[in-house]
């Protein structure tokens, strides 16, 4: 997995061409990376995600990804990703694959060659961090993305150190 990069930082300031967004259905803002997203991007995202045709007030359904320019962050794209609540749905590994699967094939959609992504659904959606990890790498390890500069952007130590263990381990 060559071109898949584990790194420690945080996502906003990530030179990449799209940085993914762990969003909610609504598309309007959170707390979390949505809420850091959103405060460096600035004002001009939240207008972007309103433009985004809702139904029913959801704009991005669990498992699928929606694009939009990028406010004031180095990236030129936010794709923005709905992860599982974990625990309120039968089948979180699928929906997280999606997730996963949704931001990458809309990023070569869009001519994207780098991308870097949080810990989707690893925060307040509860997913646990070592299997969230190893369906992530398993997904974006497929030869349809080895083009990609595909950056996983953890936002501590501690997470860190459980994707490069299972990044070794997918690796064995
Ligand atoms: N850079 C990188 N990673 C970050 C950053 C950051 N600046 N800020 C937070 N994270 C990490 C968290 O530590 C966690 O590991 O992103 C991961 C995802 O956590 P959440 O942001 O809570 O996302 P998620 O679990 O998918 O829940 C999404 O939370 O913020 C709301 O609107 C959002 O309703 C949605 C829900």
Redesign the pocket.
């Known amino acids: 997995m060559n071109n898949i990069f584990i790194v420690q ?6 030179q990449v061409d799209a940085i993914v ?6 598309m ?10 959103h405060r ?1 991007a600035g004002p001009a995202l939240l207008e972007e995600c309103r433009k985004v045709k809702a139904v029913n007030g959801i704009r991005c359904p669990t498992g699928e990804a929606r694009i939009t320019a990028a406010g004031h962050l180095p990236a030129k794209y936010v794709i923005h990703t ?2 599982p ?1 974990y625990h309120q749905v039968p089948n979180p590994k699928e929906l997280l694959q999606s997730a996963y699967l949704s931001s990458l094939h809309l990023a070569l959609k869009n001519h994207c060659r780098s991308i ?1 992504f ?10 646990p ?1 070592r299997e969230a990890a190893e369906v992530a790498l398993a997904v974006c390890s497929r030869e349809e993305f080895k083009q990609l500069e595909i950056y996983i ?4 130590q501690q ?1 860190f150190t459980i994707w490069l263990d299972a990044e070794n381990s997918v690796h064995r």
């Open positions: 930082g945080d996502i906003t300031k990530a967004n762990a969003a909610n259905p609504q309007l803002g959170g707390g979390g990376v949505d809420g850091a997203i460096a709905v992860g609540v870097a949080p810990a989707i659904s690893c925060g307040v959606y509860g997913y961090h952007c953890l936002a501590d997470m």
